[in-house]
């Protein structure tokens, strides 16, 4: 029996109708750098996600690196897959800030799907305890979010409700979430203002990108990954050799739970 190792640095129908796009709306004075780290891994294996944020979006969008997918095989007769983002695959998520509509794109089990939500508004507990991010003094909150429970570090010295991912909702920029069992983490690495970053092509194609998914959708998809995956590995092998066997899909280690 084959074994075989996925590694993703990717996290992970429904017609709208695009607006206009206003011309300041495209235009980003705030840019945030993150590295997302799951439990175990070096700082330096992270993956890199940006933020751009003006007074309407702000768009978190993994780093695209380029690099063409890599298929090795160790002398255990494993298999390894390393899937790299680019701009045609990586993950984004842009949050209209007013209307709290969320559109964004995941790559699951290697192809590109898009949704469309308004997350559940998260019960932030804002407490007394004070760090230091970078040069800025954070303050702490503690919120749940879909069957997990993270502490939040925010600074006030930026006004806005926005953070990483879907993490909104406090009383200034959000640099550092923690998921309480230690799973995975998002720590701001460089803050960068008085920008003026036009994005404004980026937002017009997530915006006319019209037929989008919604979470029923995404959690079936979910599911289905392992299985849809081991599909795609079994297309890999020569023929003739031993399938590769379907393992249990662990939903807790999926970042949202749904209940």
Same mark, same amino acid.
């Given at each position: 029996m084959k074994n075989f190792l996925i590694l993703l640095v990717f996290f992970l129908p429904w017609w709208t109708t695009a607006q206009?796009?206003?011309p300041h709306h495209g235009i980003f004075s705030i840019k945030v750098d993150y590295n997302f780290l799951y439990e175990h891994s070096e700082p330096d294996h992270g993956i890199h996600y940006e933020l751009y944020l003006n007074d309407k979006y702000s768009l978190y969008r993994m780093l695209a690196i380029n690099k063409k997918q890599q298929v090795s095989h160790s002398a255990t007769g494993e298999i390894s897959i390393r899937e790299y983002p680019n701009s045609k695959n990586a993950a984004y998520y842009l949050t209209d800030l007013q209307s709290k509509q969320l559109l964004f794109r995941?790559?699951?089990a290697f192809v590109n799907h898009y949704f469309e939500e308004i997350p559940p508004k998260i019960q932030w507990t804002v407490h007394n305890q004070t760090k230091k991010i970078g040069t800025h003094i954070c303050k702490k909150a503690?919120? &749940?979010f879909r069957g997990r429970t993270y502490t939040a570090w925010?600074?006030?010295?930026?006004?806005t409700n926005a953070g990483p991912f879907k993490f909104h909702g406090l009383q200034g920029l959000t640099l550092e979430i923690t998921e309480d069992t230690g799973y995975f983490s998002i720590?701001?690495?460089?803050?960068t203002t008085a920008l003026r970053t036009d994005l404004s092509s980026d937002i017009k194609l997530i915006?006319?990108?019209t037929k989008r998914s919604d979470m029923t959708t995404y959690q079936r998809l979910q599911k289905r990954m392992h299985e849809d995956r081991t599909n795609y590995m079994n297309s890999k092998?020569? &023929?003739g050799s031993p399938k590769f066997i379907l393992t249990p899909v662990d939903e807790r280690k999926f970042i949202e739970i749904f209940e």
């Open positions: 206009p796009l206003q995941e790559n699951i503690t919120g &749940k925010f600074t006030e010295a930026i006004p720590k701001a690495t460089k803050i915006k006319t990108h092998i020569p &023929k």
